[in-house]
């Protein structure tokens, strides 16, 4: 009884060191593939966006505080991809030549833009005045907005859709501007879109900004542009 008494300690011991062990193990893979990860969920976003799902989101409300925005570490993608629920997709971007294919959700909320591009007004219309999206530049160069700063030029197309219509731009302007720029958001009488991303360094923005061209319903879209927003999201 004694021995066995004795063998206790050490087989608590032995059983918190093993614990610790794989502990250890899982925080290392943790930092290692932190950013695969990552990556990975906000990949995993994939909504399916339908015309009356958009009818519906364009009447919720949002957050349009872009002093609230955080950087998108891992505790911010894990949050929104937890929390998919506040997000309230009312459209699509594609920019085939950039390669991209994102949800347009609306604001600018930590959720809206770990995982799709974010409208910047409350009041904006697709097709109707100045339509600013706003959306993050990752390490990867497929990632969200990350094509905008590798891939987009003057003279690439820009097609908009929120499920019923499709709205055709022409990139115009490709600049870099000051963080404190925020008059480009606001509402102008000629038709735009105006894409925002963070510049290499993060300290001023990329503006992409497109002039209008036309637009048609969604049906008679050419069928290359119907297969661009068939397909998945560029977030991979």
């Given at each position: ?14 059983w ?10 899982v ?35 949002a ?16 949050n929104?991809r937890?929390?998919?629920?506040n ?7 594609l ?17 809206v ?18 339509y ?5 530049h990752?390490?990867s ?20 859709t ?21 008059g480009?958001v ?6 735009l ?12 923005r ?8 036309k ?20 977030n991979?």
């Amino acid at each position: 009884m004694a021995d066995k008494k004795k063998q206790q300690p050490k087989r608590r011991w032995r059983w918190l060191w093993s614990t610790l062990f794989v502990l250890l193990i899982v925080i290392s893979l943790g930092l290692i593939f932190n950013e695969q990860i990552k990556n990975w969920l906000i990949s995993s976003y994939q909504p399916k966006i339908t015309r009356k799902a958009v009818q519906n989101n364009e009447k919720k409300k949002a957050s349009y505080d872009f002093s609230k925005v955080k950087s998108l570490d891992f505790s911010t993608v894990a949050n929104a991809r937890w929390n998919t629920a506040n997000i309230h997709v009312v459209g699509e971007i594609l920019m085939p030549q950039s390669k991209i294919h994102l949800p347009i959700a609306k604001g600018v909320s930590n959720e809206v833009l770990a995982l799709t591009a974010g409208t910047m007004r409350p009041d904006q219309k697709m097709g109707q005045g100045n339509y600013p999206l706003a959306g993050h530049h990752m390490s990867s160069q497929s990632i969200l907005f990350s094509p905008l700063y590798w891939k987009t030029r003057v003279g690439q197309i820009i097609y908009l859709t929120n499920a019923k219509t499709v709205f055709v731009y022409k990139v115009s302007v490709r600049k870099f501007i000051p963080a404190t720029d925020v008059g480009v958001v606001a509402q102008t009488k000629q038709k735009l879109v105006t894409l925002i991303t963070c510049d290499a360094t993060g300290a001023n923005r990329l503006m992409i900004r497109g002039k209008y061209v036309k637009q048609m319903a969604y049906k008679d879209a050419p069928s290359s542009v119907q297969k661009g927003f068939h397909g998945g999201f560029n977030n991979k």
